[in-house]
C-alpha cells in the first residue's frame, strides 16, 4: 500500500490532532478528554476547552449531550474523522523530554550519599504507584465486553507500554542505587 502523505492543516495544531484522535475512540466529556489524554500527552483545561470549541466551531466535532446541564458531550463527526485518517499517515514529531528529576540526577556527584538515594528512592516510589495505577486499569479492561475491549484496545496498548516503562524505570533505579553505593564506598 502505498501512503501518500498529506501536509497537516494550518489551521490546526499538534493537540487538535489528538483531541480529535482521542473521540474516535468514543464521545466524551472535557473531563474525560483530559483523564485519557494523561496516559500520554501533558495538556491542562485551558489548553482542551478552547480547542474544542475551535474544532466545533471548524465543524469536526459536535455536542452531542449534555446530561446534568452542565459537562457536554463531544463526538467527533465524519470530516473529523477524515482529518484523523490523513493526520496518522503524517509524520509525527519526536518525543519531547522534560524531566527535572533528570536534571537533579545530573548533580549527584555534587550531593552526600543520602541525598542521592532520597532522590532515586523518591523517583522509585513514584513509578511504583504509577505502576500499581496503570495496572489496575489495565486489569479492569479484561472485564468490558467485547465491543468495548475493541473500542479501547489502543488504550490497552499505551497502559501495557506505560507499565513496561515503570518496570524499566524501576530496574534503573534499583541499578543506581548499587552505582551510589559504589560511588560513596570509594
Excluded at 466524551?28 to 466545533?56: C, M, V
Amino acid at each position: 500500500m502505498k501512503v501518500i502523505l498529506k501536509r497537516k492543516d494550518p489551521m490546526m495544531n499538534t493537540i487538535s490532532y489528538v483531541v480529535l484522535a482521542m473521540l474516535v475512540r468514543s464521545p466524551l466529556t472535557g473531563y474525560d478528554l483530559k483523564r485519557f489524554l494523561n496516559l500520554f500527552w501533558e495538556a491542562h483545561h485551558s489548553q482542551i476547552y478552547p480547542t474544542l470549541k475551535e474544532l466545533r466551531k471548524q465543524e469536526l466535532i459536535e455536542i452531542v449531550d449534555i446530561p446534568d446541564g452542565k459537562r457536554k458531550i463531544y463526538d467527533i463527526t465524519p470530516a473529523g474523522k477524515d482529518l484523523v485518517k490523513e493526520w496518522v499517515f503524517t509524520k509525527s514529531h519526536a518525543p519531547s523530554q522534560k524531566d527535572e528529576f533528570l536534571a537533579k540526577v545530573f548533580t549527584i556527584s555534587a550531593l552526600d550519599r543520602d541525598t542521592s538515594k532520597f532522590l532515586i528512592m523518591e523517583r522509585k516510589q513514584y513509578y511504583q504507584e504509577q505502576l500499581n495505577e496503570y495496572s489496575k486499569v489495565l486489569n479492569s479492561l479484561s472485564n468490558l465486553n467485547k465491543e468495548e475491549r475493541r473500542k479501547n484496545f489502543g488504550r490497552e496498548l499505551i497502559l501495557e507500554r506505560k507499565i513496561r516503562l515503570c518496570k524499566e524505570e524501576l530496574s534503573w533505579c534499583d541499578w543506581s542505587e548499587a552505582k551510589i553505593e559504589e560511588y560513596f564506598a570509594e
